[in-house]
């Protein structure tokens, strides 16, 4: 709203359109914000206050009665991606499972050395995507899975790996544009590319 105080909100949202914040410290501060802003239509925003020092797992099982009865996604809020969350989404309701777990490939913060058998220097590539593909921290769940937490969970820990273990947990491969905001040296990366207009995870207009 033109000539308005309170801060604008635009994005595209596939289908989400209710979000809960599960907030802990600063959780006022966000409050403050989310009461402020002004959010597109029909995009309804919630905190709920989760306790400072509640584990993952815990904060979604404290939301538990906001949550019941509805497929929902998860996100730890400090990774950002271009991530299609349409094909997440989708993804997720055609395997038919309880979970999915969005996993990347990151690159790691060092470079590399290419040895040969005698231990000779072949070369060096500079910081090399993973090998592996590790848990990105996008997630979407059906209802059932709200039975595997406890307010002590730790998401990373027991229920996704009882989830896996019943074999009802899919990964979405997520081969695009993934980092995570840990670091003072993530933060600097992280507003350098959005100051400098080239922040691949700003798809709206």
């Known amino acids: 709203m033109e000539g308005s105080d309170r801060p604008q909100v635009r994005a595209e949202i596939p289908g989400l359109g209710r979000f ?11 409050e403050r ?35 019941a009865g509805q497929a929902f996604c998860v996100t730890y809020s400090d990774g950002v991606a271009d991530l299609d969350l349409a094909a997440l989404v989708a993804f997720h309701r055609g395997h038919g499972e309880l979970g999915t777990v969005t996993v990347v490939r990151p690159r790691t913060q060092f470079g590399v050395a290419e040895l040969d058998s005698e231990d000779r220097v072949l070369g060096f590539e500079e910081k090399p995507r993973l090998e592996h593909w590790v848990n990105g921290g996008f ?21 996704l790996r009882q989830l896996a273990a019943a074999e009802q947990l899919h990964a979405f491969r997520h081969t695009g544009f993934w980092e995570c905001m840990d670091t003072y040296k993530d933060a600097t990366l992280l507003n350098d590319l959005w100051a400098t207009g080239a922040a691949p995870w700003k798809l709206w207009e």
């Open 139 to 159: 997630f979407c769940f059906e209802p059932g899975f709200l039975d595997y937490l406890t307010p002590d969970s730790v998401l990373e820990q027991e229920p």
């Open 33 to 67: 914000f989310v009461t402020a802003a002004e959010w597109p239509e029909p995009v309804e925003v919630e905190c709920v206050d989760t306790g400072l020092d509640t584990p993952t797992g815990g904060r979604i099982a404290l939301a538990r009665e906001r949550l």
């Open 20 to 30: 809960l914040l599960l907030t802990g410290y600063l959780g006022e501060m966000i």
